[in-house]
């Protein structure tokens, strides 16, 4: 089987100069020579797609460069791409009922924190199921899920580290919590919980911060129960604050770029959550297919 050059793999081969250890430009020569084997190794079996720097080192970094764990793992994910039908629901997915939905769940990205990386926001306290399934289905959420994370990895960060002029592939995440009570806490704990397994097992490595803000009475004393049982990498990504939590997000967030309900300055004419505002929409950093399209629209 011919084998593509390994430059035809890599969609905008950019090493931020400050790299974490065991990213794009800053690997040892032992993680150097284990992404060029899991590569190898992968195309003998067939792959040729996601086989970019930045794919493998998520995957053998997610497995602490265990080639034997990485490679199960990825390809797992391939065969769980195949099934569930990603590239189709790419090129055809359309989720007419998203704004009835998001009176019960919103969940937005806008513009980005201080290190370049994409802001997601959402609210958990709003989340009505029950509603909520009554206009759409746990299956047509969870595409819309998967869609999301792909426009993110084709769109999104690709955008980010454009103007950022170093690679951008984690995201900067808030979830309120405010509202959230006994009465809904298992329900969204539930769903947030599925919602995870598609992140953790098939998009890993992609959070960069994630703050909890409004954290409900008890929270803290469970999630130190739950840290024992986390990576302490991940531990360290996640920040569990109460109501006062404005100081730590403008400390991450420019103050410009957060809402102004999250104590920003930033107030979207019809509304931040509805803006999408960010570099994904600015034709100087937006890849040039999305830039084509807009244009042949004009």
Known sequence: ME??????????????PQSPPGHPGNLTPAQSEKLKLVREKLLS???????????????????????????????????WRTEFGVDDLVKNFKYEEKEAVFQYYPQFYHKTDKEGRPVYIEQLGKIDLKKMYQIT????????????????????????????GGLIETSCTIMDLKGVGLTSIHSVYSYVKQASRISQDYYPE???KLYLVNAPWGFSSAF???????????????????????????AQIPAENLPLRFGGKCDCPGGCEFSDAGPWHDPQWMNKKVTATVESEK
Do not use: W
Request: charged letters at 25%.
């Open 3 to 16: 084998q593509p050059p390994l430059a035809a793999v890599d969609p905008y081969p950019l090493t931020n």
């Open 45 to 79: 079996l067939g792959y040729t797609k996601r086989l970019d720097d930045a794919t493998l080192l998520r995957f053998l970094r997610a497995r602490k460069f265990n080639i034997h764990q990485m490679l199960e793992m990825f390809t797992n994910c391939e065969k």
């Open 137 to 164: 289905t746990q299956e047509r959420m969870l595409q819309n899920l998967v869609y999301e994370y792909e426009v993110l990895a084709e769109e999104r960060f690709p955008a980010c580290s454009r103007m950022s």
């Open 206 to 208: 992609r959070m960069g």
């Open 224 to 250: 130190n129960l739950i840290k024992g049982f986390l990576d302490e990498d991940t531990v360290k990504k996640i920040h569990v604050l109460g109501s006062s939590y404005q100081k730590h997000l403008l």
